[in-house]
Structures are given as C-alpha cells and as structure tokens.
C-alpha cells in the first residue's frame, strides 16, 4: 500500500496495552477496540462465597430491559413498546494490578457503559452511587449497610440514609436491598437523560487494605477493599419513601413474557 492510499485509512488497534504508576501497585491494562448492546438474564449468581458469608450474592440478575410502553425515553431515544433497550458499552479491559509479593488485585471494566441492571441482591459488597432524599427533599449519598444497620461496604444487606452524612457509621433509615430492583448504571446529563459512565467494573484484591484503581481517564481513583469490590455508578435520584414503601423501587421488564412485578 502507499504512503497516499494508507493515509486515507484510520482505525483502532484490536489491542490496547498501558502500563499504569500508583501510589502501592504497578498496574497493567488491556482493554479491547470494541463496541458492545447486549441483554442477559443470569439466573444466579454468587462471587466470593468465603468464610461463611459470600460479597455478592443475586438472583434474577439482568443487564437492559424490554420497555412496557410507547414512547418511553431513554438515553436521548425513544422507545416503542416490546422494544429491547440494550446495556451498552465500549472498550471493555482487564486490569492486573502488582506489588513486591506480586498479584494484588484484577479487574474488569468498560472504558464507558451505561444501561439497566436489575437484580434480587442478599449480599453486595462495594459502591452503589445513587442519591436518596429523605421527606423533607434534602438529598443524600446512599450507604450500604448490614443487617444491624452498621454502614459497611462489605457484604452489605441494607441501603439508606445514615445518620450522619459526614461521619456514615450507622442507619437512620434504611431497608433490604432486594427492595432495589433496578437501576440504571450511567451519569446524569444536563438533559435528564443517561450519559455514559467510565467507573463501572469488578473487582478482586487480595489484601485488607485493597487496591486503589484509577478510573480510564484518570480523573478519579476507587479504593476497593479486600475480596470482591463492585462499583456500581448510577444516574439516579430516588426518593427514600419509594423505598419503604409497598413494592419498593420496581424491577424493570426483563424477560419476553412481561410477567409484571414477578419475575417468571
């Protein structure tokens, strides 16, 4: 090929490999030049499952959902009904990250995604990002808790507000998480709508103190503590009443078969 006719041709190597400087680890990222719209139903689904207890534990698990009605707004789009509406995301990696005693921690991401996960949660260990408002409007950052409504990243069974938003230490309102029944993974546009989220990934650290992962473009870093650590970004604001309430935040369609608040 010419040196002309070659620079008429762009692209994106398959393959992107970048070695990564932090404060206690080395890290090593792969991430592929792919696009991916995708909707999965997992039945079940346990990570973790360790020491009598396990860090994220869900039935049901969904990613996107099938719209129920005409006209429902998306992402900048709109929706007939029985259209599929798809979890999407883009150059997915796997990073590696390394100290002196060598494998501290991996994990896996997509450089952006946005989309639904629905899910019937017992167990969850890491970040949900979504903001709750209590019943005079005031708006909080959601903390995860355990079943004596002690805040806790780690195996967390409770999700609400905590008594004291500086100081998150114990729950002044909170309820199972299985009362969360979907979410939508992505950030929150001047528009209203879902905008794309780079801080969506798994994770897996062998020691107590965790690894601290930098998001793909640097801007932020996620400390994730030992075991599983899912960070789970959300563009939504929910009332904290909806949650207490009869049938909690509802599950979007995700089957074939709408089957309403049930799931088969």
């Known amino acids: 090929m010419s040196d002309e006719a070659l620079g008429e041709v ?43 207890g396990t860090d994220f534990a869900a039935t049901h698990l969904a990613l996107g959902h099938i719209t129920r009605q005409d006209g429902t707004q998306y992402n900048g789009k709109t929706y007939a009904k029985d259209e599929d509406v798809p979890f999407e995301a883009t150059q997915p ?8 005693q060598g494998l501290a921690g ?14 019937l949660t017992s167990s969850f260990s890491g970040d949900i990002g979504l903001k709750l408002t209590d019943s005079t409007g005031a708006e909080f950052d959601a903390v995860l808790f355990d079943a ?55 994770g897996f650290q062998r020691d107590d103190a965790g690894v601290a992962w930098q998001s793909p473009n640097g801007a932020n870093v996620i400390n994730a503590g030992k075991g599983v650590f899912i960070n789970l970004p959300t563009s939504m604001t929910v009332e904290m009443n909806q949650l207490t309430g009869t049938s909690g935040l509802p599950r979007l369609r995700t089957h074939q078969v709408d089957m309403g608040e049930q799931l088969f």
Not at 93 to 100: F, I, K, P, S, V
Not at 164 to 191: H, I, M, W, Y
């Open 106 to 119: 991996f994990r896996m991401g997509f450089t952006q995604a946005r989309g639904s996960v629905s899910s």
């Open 148 to 202: 004596a409504g002690q805040a806790t990243n780690h195996r967390a069974t409770q999700i609400g507000i905590p008594d004291d938003p500086a100081n998150p230490t114990t729950c002044r309102e909170c309820v199972s998480l299985d009362r969360v029944q979907s979410l939508f993974v992505g950030t929150e546009k001047a528009d209203g709508t879902t905008g794309f989220t780079d801080e969506f990934f798994i």
């Open 93 to 100: 990696y796997l990073e590696l990250a390394e100290d002196a």
């Open 10 to 52: 762009t692209g994106q190597a398959f393959m992107q490999v970048q070695n990564l400087s932090g404060t206690s680890h080395e890290f090593t990222r792969m991430t592929l030049g792919v696009d991916v719209e995708t909707r999965v139903n997992v039945d079940d689904i346990r990570i973790g499952e360790i020491n009598g």
